[in-house]
T-cell receptor, first 115, second 111 residues
Framework: GAVVSQHPSRVICKSGTSVKIECRSLDFQATTMFWYRQFPKKSLMLMATSNEGSKATYEQGVEKDKFLINHASLTLSTLTVTSAHPEDSSFYIC???????????FGPGTRLTVT | GEDVEQSLFLSVREGDSSVINCTYTDSSSTYLYWYKQEPGAGLQLLTYIFSNMDMKQDQRLTVLLNKKDKHLSLRIADTQTGDSAIYFCAGGSGGYQKVTFGTGTKLQVIP
């Protein structure tokens, strides 16, 4: 099946700094990727749809200036959490849809802790 | 938007069958999916069913779809300890469209 990687797997940063998370499709091209946030014992919350070569589509309530998404190539999308605060601490997961059924292949996730 | 509901927790004994249930509100979903998430990891696609099907079997996994009642289930035969995880159902239109995930069911397998 399709493989998606994420980097870093864990990151700890100080409040006020910015953190970049990378999502790569390793063996296929992904014109679309999704970014999710998952709170402990909670379902996935879709943050935005990342589109190669164009602006991301953000879900209602997600601050686009805080969560910057760039999809500069067919294999890489990045999520930058700007001016991070402790409430941004969470598990961030990306995915890419493959095939007519749109089955999503997920990255392993990034645990962000803001101190 | 669509709501997708699941029971929070299910506990079964090793070797028994597990049945995880899911109800959804949007009957326009073309595809319905089941994903598995182990602790601290991303989600793994288990299987999916096209909305005009009633059943799909894939080795130990059986998916049943009742469109009239908007009910989806995943049956795991001969449940093993390695099946312990959180299971999410999801619905979507396919292609590059976003999907809506259920609340997740934590499956605990007792040896």
């Amino acid at each position: 099946g399709a493989v998606v990687s994420q980097h870093p797997s864990r990151v700890i940063c100080k409040s006020g700094t910015s953190v970049k998370i990378e999502c790569r499709s390793l063996d296929f091209q992904a014109t679309t990727m999704f970014w999710y946030r998952q709170f402990p014992k909670k379902s996935l919350m879709l943050m935005a749809t990342s589109n190669e070569g164009s602006k991301a589509t953000y879900e209602q309530g997600v601050e686009k200036d805080k969560f910057l998404i760039n999809h500069a190539s067919l294999t890489l999308s990045t999520l930058t959490v700007t001016s991070a605060h402790p409430e941004d601490s969470s598990f961030y997961i990306c995915s890419a849809p493959v095939g007519q059924a749109g089955e999503q292949y997920f990255g392993p996730g990034t645990r962000l802790t803001v101190t | 938007g669509e709501d997708v509901e699941q029971s929070l927790f299910l506990s079964v004994r090793e070797g028994d069958s597990s049945v995880i249930n899911c109800t959804y509100t949007d009957s326009s979903s073309t595809y319905l999916y089941w994903y598995k998430q182990e602790p601290g990891a991303g989600l793994q696609l288990l299987t999916y069913i096209f909305s005009n099907m009633d059943m799909k079997q894939d080795q130990r996994l059986t998916v049943l779809l009742n469109k009239k009642d908007k009910h989806l289930s995943l049956r795991i035969a001969d449940t093993q300890t390695g099946d312990s995880a959180i299971y999410f159902c999801a619905g979507g239109s396919g292609g590059y469209q976003k999907v809506t995930f259920g609340t997740g069911t934590k499956l605990q397998v007792i040896p």
